[in-house]
């Protein structure tokens, strides 16, 4: 038996003519049986539509084929020919059919639909099914169309790292990294405190939340950076749009203004959306069917107009103005919740909304200080259905302004020498923007559990798998 060279079930699909001699490998997702033959549809996940196998009982080992349930592995080898049923144009004529591995009765995927929570359940079963392994397809074109999005335009990709000593963010989120064994007397120093000098990096590490800090620097001498990498967050949000380990894009512009930030960012999210359009129809259909019926009229629509941009402070007016009664409260200075992004792109705008320059208060040290003195460069992009989906902002490049805003945060500027260096050595403007994959996932798939577009999810209480 070989692995070799076998024809994806996607391109046999597709091909223009009779093939005499085809071999496919795949997992059996149904086999029903007639009088002299038995058909079986086979799928191998390069595509979400199954080839129709149909097998002979002059196979020498029909007896087998006969057994053969839902969820086993078989290799196929025969002649593509046009098909005589409806619904498919090509169906594969047996000569010899391997049994490679069998599946025991109590196979939970059955051919019957399955819901969320139980798929989640068999996360490693999970991509056998239509519904997630489309998911999957979708994810890894669009991680593909990131990439080309940027180098198209003349960015560099960059690779941050996953184990740092700082808290971007600034909320304490992190993930602690340790070798220090915390029951060991030997990790503490003579006052009980933990001794990080004795741990592996000899300081306190953590996972990353964000590869902005080291980005910044790389953009401040490769003028147009982005990253695309995993990052972690010890939130203990359970929603079903929080997950502790996520993918995030962040691009990092030397000599660029929130302006075209928030450009970029609107580009972006529309060149993702018309590439999952273009690229994988099938997968749309079937979310359209499965999902959520308004998806492509829903999504069209964001690719075809503009988007919305608003202040802060604009938003807060018209929150406040809007007689609908929301869970928590509402007034400048405080952050927006989810009910209330969610009002904005639902109900008022009714499309996508970039909100920018919101108070210093309520954001990180890195955000520029606007002219007025009370708000920052910041910006959030906001979609339909999810809310926040891009969080991004102008950063400050003016080193006194900077130290000021640090020891506004409680933060020691020393420890960050290296980050004030980039603003005594050829400081420059600069902003960028981090989105999050995930929710442009559910965005684009109309999947509305983050557990779900992604192959086994992290989140709190669970790291099963
Ligand atoms: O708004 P955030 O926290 O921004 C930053 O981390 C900046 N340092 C990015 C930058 O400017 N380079 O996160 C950015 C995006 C959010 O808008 C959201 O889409 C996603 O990351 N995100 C999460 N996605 C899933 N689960 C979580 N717990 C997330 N937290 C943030
Ligand atoms: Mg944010």
Redesign the pocket.
């Known amino acids: 038996m070989t692995y070799l060279s076998p024809t994806p079930i996607k391109d046999a699909l597709r091909s223009n003519a009779p093939i005499d001699a085809v071999r496919l490998q795949g997992w059996v997702r149904t086999r029903r049986d007639s009088k002299d033959f038995s058909f079986i549809e086979l799928n191998d996940g390069s595509s979400l539509r199954n080839l129709q196998i149909i097998a002979r009982n002059t196979l020498s080992n029909y007896a087998d084929v006969q057994r053969l349930t839902t969820g086993a592995s078989i290799a196929v080898s025969g002649a593509l020919v046009a098909s005589q049923g409806k619904g498919q144009k090509w169906e594969l004529v047996a000569d010899k059919i391997e049994v490679i591995g069998t599946a025991e009765d109590s196979y939970p995927l059955q051919k019957k639909g399955h819901t969320p929570e139980f798929l989640r359940e068999i996360a490693h079963l999970r991509p056998r099914s239509n519904l997630f392994s489309s998911i999957l397809r979708v994810r890894s074109r669009l991680a593909f169309a990131v990439h080309e999005f940027f180098q198209d335009r003349g960015f560099i990709y960059v690779h941050t790292p996953i184990i740092t000593g700082s808290d971007?963010?600034g909320?304490g989120?992190l993930f602690r990294v340790t070798t220090l064994d915390p029951a060991a007397a030997e990790s503490r120093t003579t006052d009980g405190e933990i001794d990080y000098k004795k741990d592996f990096f000899a300081r306190p590490t953590y996972l990353t939340?964000?590869?902005?800090?080291e980005?910044e620097a790389l953009a401040l001498a490769l003028s147009k950076v982005y990253?695309f990498g995993p990052?972690f967050?010890a939130?203990n949000?359970n929603t079903s749009?929080?997950?502790?380990e996520?993918w995030?894009i962040?691009?990092?512009m030397a000599f660029c203004d929130l302006n075209g930030n928030m450009t970029l960012a609107e580009e972006f999210v529309k060149y993702l959306i018309a590439d999952a359009r273009k690229h994988c129809p099938d997968e749309m259909e079937l979310f359209a069917k499965f999902v959520d019926k308004e998806l492509l009229v829903r999504i069209d629509f964001v690719v075809e107009r503009p988007f919305q941009r608003i202040t802060y402070s604009d938003a807060v007016d018209l929150l406040k103005k809007s007689g609908e009664k929301f869970e928590f409260p509402i007034d400048y200075g405080l952050n927006l919740q989810s009910e209330h992004e969610r009002w904005l792109t639902e109900k008022h705008f009714k499309c996508p909304v970039t909100v920018f320059n919101f108070p210093k208060e309520i954001k990180?040290f890195?955000m520029r200080l606007n002219e007025d003195g009370k708000t920052v460069a910041a910006m959030?992009?906001l979609v339909p259905g999810?809310g926040?989906?891009?969080?991004?902002?102008q950063?400050e490049e003016r080193l006194e302004v900077l130290q000021e805003n640090m020891r506004r945060h409680d933060m020691v500027p020393a420890d960050y020498k290296w980050y004030l260096d980039l603003r005594r050595y050829g400081t420059a403007p600069h902003?960028?923007?981090?989105?999050?994959?995930?929710?442009?996932l559910m965005f684009i798939t109309g999947v509305p559990n983050?557990r779900d577009v992604i192959p086994f999810a992290r989140t709190p209480g669970s790291a099963e798998f």
Do not use: K
Request: hydrophobic share 35%.
């Open positions: 971007c963010e909320a989120e939340v964000s590869g902005q800090l980005a990253t990052t967050r939130e949000s749009r929080h997950a502790s996520f995030m962040e691009p990092e990180p890195y959030d992009l999810i926040e989906i891009v969080g991004g902002s950063r902003s960028g923007f981090g989105l999050g994959f995930e929710r442009m983050i």
